[in-house]
Every structure is written in structure tokens, then in C-alpha cells.
């Protein structure tokens, strides 16, 4: 199909190309992250309700590059390393708690919990409140589907008080721990967002909120679709498996091909600041333009036999975690869990081998590939 298309349906631009998203995610002038600037008021949220304004995400150069700065500096690579035994430990532990369960299904015993708990430890939010942090990602991800834009307003307005209480909940609770980090500074994560500093400039306490929330939204999810379409492959490829088995220095490679081939964000919203031309075609300015990096990730221009999954592929440019100045700041961290997770697994499992009479379910959400039920 075509690279770059209008749907006129949506009234949005869709992206498809791999050469085309390239150009786009490096380009943030002409394609801007805050996409709210193209929603129609009619589909704000009402002011007092929580958005996705004023996340990192969403926020374009100069202040992008000031935040991220900022928040760097305390998620550093350092920090990330440091949490390889913490993490092996508690793979352990989740898999020894599913043990003398007749069937082990990878998803709900692994890999759902093991990032939620990771994120919650790096924070360092108590570990009695880990059910909390568990409820919150919970009724996160279900209220992803509920908010349906074509309802009756008073409908709409219902689901979304529904769907705002777990985040109101959420950011008082980080917001009550940020401030007692600042009298009581401790060996954690939001120790160090409430103390960092660059160039004279610190985080105002409702980024440190943001982020700590943008931690749970964009790196609990997705790391549980990367281990379960990691395992899902080497299922489905059991010369892979053997080889991955025999050779464990080529997991990162056997992950970074998982990643192309089901990309857990398949899609990202950017909106045009001004008219471009991309990929033969005319788009003008203020239109809503959606990047779909699951496509682009399989398009044949950039990746011969797309749709094989061969972990020997080099280079392999995927765009799993985005590209340019918004690169995915938790990519160290969801290849750590990923590595770590698959090694044990292998090492436990004498063969990943999905149960034939337990068919794998995937998530329904055409912007989310992943596996929700995966049956060992
Ligand atoms: C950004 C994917 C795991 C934190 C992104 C972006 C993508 C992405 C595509 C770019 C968004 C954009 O350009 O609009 C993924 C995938 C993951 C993953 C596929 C797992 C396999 C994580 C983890 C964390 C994390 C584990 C943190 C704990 C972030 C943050 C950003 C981001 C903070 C925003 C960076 C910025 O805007 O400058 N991620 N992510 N992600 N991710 Fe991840």
C-alpha cells in the first residue's frame, strides 16, 4: 500500500513507510508531539480532569530538551544497570510463586507483574503499596478502550470521571511521596527527580509527578508485550529458540527482532505545525498525522522478508522505541527486563513451547501488539 494516506474516515494522515516515519520522528519542528493542538475542544477533557498536557511526551523543543535533560540525569543508565540482580531475583520469585500451578501462563505470572513491581521498586514507592501501583496500572490500561469519543457527552463525562479517579489517586499518592523526598531524601528514583538540577534549573514537583506516572504508563505495558512476543517468536521459531538456547549472548538481538516484528506501541500521534511534503504527497498544516511504527517496522523497502522473524537480521532499524529526540528514554531498562527474563526462562524451561489446547489471545487495541494470554 501506499507510504502516506489520508483517511478520510478518521481525518487523520496515516504514515506507513519506513523511510517516511524516519523523516518525520526527526523532525519535530514540522511534526509536532503536542497533538492537542489539533483536537477539537469538543474532545478535551474538561479542565479539571487529568490529560496527557505537560508530559514529556507531548512536549515539543525548547522545553522538550530542558525536561529531558532534567530527567535524565536522574534515570540514568547507572540506575538502570543497577537493578540486573534485583530483577533476576524477582523473576525468580514470580516464577517460584507460579510453580505448583498446573498451568503456567506467562503473561498474567510474569510478565504483567515483573515490570509493574520494577518501576514501583526504582521509584521507591513501599513495597507494601505494590498492590496499589498494581490496581492503578490495572484500571490504567482497562480504561484505555472505555473512553469512546462517538458517545452522548453526558456518557462520555461518566467514563471519564470513571477513568480519571485511578490517576487523581495515583498523583496524590507520588505527589505525598516527591514532597516527603525533599525533606527525607533516600537511596531511590524520586529522591533523585526532586533533587536534580541542570543549568540552575529543577523539576517543578508536578513533573516529577508526571514523569513518575509516565513510567508506569509507558514502561509496564509495553515491556509485557515485549516478553510475550518475544516468547511467542522463539514458539513459533524453534531453530531460534535452540539457537538463543546455545547462544545466550544473541538474546538482545533475538529481543531487538521480537521488537520489529510485533512492535508494542504500533502507533504514535504527531501533528503538522506548517504544510510538508512527505513521501510524494502534499500535507497541510495543522493535521493530525498517525506514525505507525508497526508498519513501518515490517515495510519491505527497509526489511527484506518482512514478515520472517530472523534475529540475525544487521542492521536491524526498527522504530520500536520511536527515533530523534523523543527516543524512548526507558529502552535501557525494557531490553534489561527482557534479557534477564528471557535467559531465566530458558534456563527454566526446558523447552518455551505455547500450550496447543490454550490459544494465545492478544490484545485487542489496534495501537497496542502484544499478547495478553500465553499459556506455556
Ligand atoms: C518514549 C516505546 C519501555 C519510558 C517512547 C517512545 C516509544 C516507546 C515508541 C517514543 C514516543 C514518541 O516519540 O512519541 C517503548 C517500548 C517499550 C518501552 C516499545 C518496551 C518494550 C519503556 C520503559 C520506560 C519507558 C520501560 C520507563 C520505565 C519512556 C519515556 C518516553 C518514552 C519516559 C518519553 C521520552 C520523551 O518524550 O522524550 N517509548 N517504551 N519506556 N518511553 Fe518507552
Redesign the pocket.
Known amino acids: 500500500g501506499p507510504a502516506v494516506e489520508f483517511s478520510a474516515d478518521a481525518g487523520m494522515w496515516n504514515v506507513y513507510g519506513h523511510p517516511e516515519l524516519h523523516e518525520v ?1 526527526g523532525d519535530p519542528a514540522a511534526f509536532s ?1 503536542d497533538t492537542m493542538r489539533v483536537v477539537p475542544a469538543s474532545m478535551m477533557p474538561s479542565k479539571d480532569d487529568f490529560s496527557l498536557d505537560g508530559f ?2 507531548q512536549i515539543d523543543p525548547p522545553e ?1 530538551g530542558k525536561l ?1 535533560k532534567l530527567v535524565s540525569s536522574a534515570f540514568t543508565r547507572k540506575v538502570v544497570a543497577d537493578l540486573e540482580p534485583r530483577i533476576a531475583a524477582l523473576t525468580h520469585e514470580l516464577l517460584d510463586a507460579a510453580r505448583d500451578r498446573e498451568r503456567f501462563e506467562l503473561v498474567s505470572d510474569l510478565a504483567y507483574p515483573l ?1 509493574v513491581i520494577v ?1 514501583a521498586e526504582l521509584l521507591g514507592v513501599p513495597s507494601g503499596d505494590r498492590a496499589l501501583f498494581k490496581r492503578w496500572a490495572d484500571a490504567l490500561f482497562q480504561s484505555d478502550a472505555k473512553v469512546s469519543v462517538n458517545r452522548p457527552s453526558d456518557e462520555r463525562e461518566a467514563e471519564l470521571q470513571a477513568v480519571m479517579k485511578p490517576w487523581k489517586e495515583m498523583s496524590d499518592y507520588l505527589a505525598g511521596h516527591a514532597a516527603q523526598r525533599r525533606r527525607q531524601p533516600r537511596a531511590d528514583l524520586l529522591t533523585r527527580l526532586v533533587e536534580a538540577e541542570v543549568d540552575g534549573e529543577r523539576l517543578p514537583d508536578d513533573q516529577v509527578v508526571n514523569f513518575a506516572i ?2 508506569l504508563l ?2 509496564h505495558i ?2 509485557t508485550m ?1 516478553l510475550g512476543n518475544t516468547v511467542l517468536c522463539l514458539d513459533a521459531y524453534p531453530e531460534q529458540q535452540d539457537r538463543a538456547r546455545a547462544d545466550r549472548a544473541s538474546i538482545p538481538a533475538v529481543i531487538e527482532e521480537a ?1 520489529r516484528l510485533f512492535t ?2 504500533a502507533a ?1 500521534g504527531r501533528a503538522t505545525t506548517r504544510e510538508v511534503k512527505l513521501g510524494g504527497v502534499t500535507i497541510p498544516a495543522d493535521q493530525m498525522v498517525m506514525c505507525w ?1 508497526g508498519a513501518a517496522n515490517r515495510d519491505p523497502r527497509q526489511f527484506p522478508d518482512p514478515e520472517a522473524f530472523d534475529p540475525h537480521r544487521d542492521p536491524n532499524p526498527h522504530l ?3 527515533r530523534g ?7 535501557p ?2 531490553r534489561l527486563e527482557g534479557r534477564i527474563a528471557l535467559n531465566i526462562l530458558l534456563d527454566r524451561f526446558e523447552r518455551l513451547r505455547t500450550d496447543p489446547d490454550d490459544p494465545v489471545l492478544f490484545i485487542p487495541t489496534p495501537t497496542l501488539t502484544g499478547v495478553r494470554r500465553l499459556a506455556l
Open positions: 520522528l508531539s514529556i511526551t522538550h529531558r515490570p518501576i509516565l513510567l509507558a514502561g509495553t515491556t515485549l521488537l508494542p506501541f504514535l511504527l520500536a522505541f520511536g529526540i523523543h527516543f524512548c528514554l526507558g529502552a531498562l525494557a
